[in-house]
């Protein structure tokens, strides 16, 4: 691990201008991602901003009937909040399906929907990487790619976003708020949150330089029933080989949103308009013009198959 310098913000516009001030900041809560990152020497911050003091850890009640998910929420805490239980089902499922409790007690919510790709060659710091090193090629490419992304890749990148948390959170259409070094705010949708790799793979989302996540919005709670059926090679503690979250209104209709299949999660209008016609177009809609390998063609079918799994469920419910 590299050295670095430390301080600890005093508030939210505070750490954001001293963000800006040191070239090669990060900033550090749980840091369930970013220390492992800088024992690999992926990410070599010169200055960390410890933003575990600002008071970011509450969940409020909006005037409009939703809730305000401070940044600092622990996965833990979100996940067993009993509005959350209540009215987001599928949010409180998907945290449950990630990582361990453990790190589910240190993992914040902003950190959860920043956290990193997990491609072996992203780890791997003897392979090139776009995303860790712009221009330097991509060694998934006609690598191994089983558990590669299938959809909204690009010729410089086809990692796939691991975060299971940010899946429900694109299903439910949350803002996510933000403050800058000047002490401007503003609420990004999350379907504007996330980049898709195109030419700069290393640009993950439309965060500026500086800008601090301060909260996460939900909206209005949907109704209807909550899914998020989760795909891996074990049983715990391992990432998406694919994820379905879902809403599902009594007359058949609602919303779908997959993990594992992209470079962000992936939510398209058009499919949840084919849900009441069933798992096949719904799934034919959400990966239109999927570009698969040989290693990782079964996600398609995967994908449908577990659509079908959640919308059968639902009819019994």
């Known amino acids: 691990m590299k050295a670095f310098t430390y301080q600890r913000a005093a508030n939210p516009a505070d750490a954001a201008a001293a963000a800006m001030k040191n ?5 550090i809560a ?3 991602n970013l220390l492992d990152l800088m024992k690999l020497e992926i990410e070599t911050p010169t200055h960390l901003i410890d933003v575990n003091g600002l008071g970011l850890d509450k969940i409020e009640p909006t005037q409009d009937g939703g809730l305000r998910v401070g940044a600092l929420v622990r996965n833990t805490d979100l996940a067993s909040d009993a509005r959350v239980r209540k009215d987001y089902a599928v949010l409180s499922r998907a945290l449950l399906a990630g990582a361990s409790a453990q790190l589910r007690n240190k993992a914040t919510t902003a950190g959860n929907l ?5 491609c072996p060659y992203f780890y791997d710091t003897y392979q090139p990487c776009n995303k860790r090193t712009p221009g330097s090629g991509c060694s998934a490419i ?16 086809i990692a796939t976003h691991p975060s299971d948390m940010a899946v429900a959170m694109q299903l439910l259409d949350v803002g996510v708020e933000t403050v800058r070094a000047d002490g401007a705010r503003r609420t990004i ?3 504007d949150f996330y980049r898709l790799p195109g030419n700069t793979p290393h640009i993950e989302n439309n965060l500026q330089p500086g800008e601090l996540i301060t909260a996460v919005t939900l909206p209005k709670p949907l109704g209807g029933k ?42 398209v209008p058009a499919a949840d308009q ?23 063609a079964f996600k398609v079918p995967l994908v449908q198959r577990t659509l079908a799994s959640v919308l059968a469920q639902a009819r019994k419910a």
Do not use: M
């Open 274 to 296: 084919q849900l009441r016609n069933g798992a096949k177009a719904a799934t034919d809609a959400l990966l239109a013009g999927a570009r698969t390998t040989d290693d990782n």
């Open 226 to 267: 909550h899914y998020y059926q989760k795909v891996r090679d074990r049983a715990s503690y391992a990432f998406a080989l694919i994820s379905v979250a879902a809403v599902v209104q009594p007359d058949g209709s609602g919303r779908v949103a997959v993990g594992g299949v992209a470079h962000r999660p992936w939510r």
């Open 23 to 27: 070239k090669g900041s990060r900033f």
């Open 30 to 32: 749980g840091g369930t």
């Open 142 to 157: 006609g690598g191994y790619t089983r558990n590669h992304a299938i959809v909204g890749t690009s010729e410089l990148c």
């Open 114 to 118: 920043l956290q990193r790709t997990r």
């Open 189 to 191: 949708p999350i379907a």
